[in-house]
């Protein structure tokens, strides 16, 4: 099981910037792709982006395209998200996954290992 370990919330106003991290641990080569979910209050958990890690293949989800990129660094075995141009409505907990497979999927279920979340809060 890989241990994931999500940092860099916070809270501020509406265009500003903020980066993500997560950290993996463990058997971090098992795990092909990285992803970012959201989850916001009353409201399902929803992919926001995702990332292998052989092969540089990334995806984004249609809400956040042209203002959030995910990146990641095998040799420290971290993931990151750019979020750019942040809106009110980008409000929520976000939260790192893991996912043995090897294409990205963008369902909850799929993902295997999960980061304990860390808060976003834009103001407008």
């Known amino acids: 099981q890989v241990q994931l370990k999500d940092s860099g919330g916070g809270l501020v106003q509406a265009g500003d910037s903020l980066r993500l991290s997560c950290a993996a641990s463990g058997p971090a080569f098992n795990t092909y792709v990285m992803a970012w979910f959201r989850q916001a209050p009353g409201k399902e958990r929803e992919f926001v982006a995702g990332i292998s890690r052989y092969g540089g293949q990334s995806v984004v989800a249609e809400p956040v395209k042209g203002r959030f990129t995910i990146s990641g660094d095998n040799a420290k075995n971290m993931a990151y998200l750019q979020m750019n141009s942040l809106k009110p409505e980008d409000t929520a907990v976000y939260y790192c996954?893991?996912?043995?497979?090897?294409?990205?999927?963008?369902?909850?279920?799929?993902?295997?290992?999960w980061g304990q979340g860390t808060q976003v809060t834009v103001s407008s």
């Open positions: 996954a893991a996912d043995h497979r090897i294409v990205i999927s963008s369902t909850r279920e799929d993902y295997d290992d």
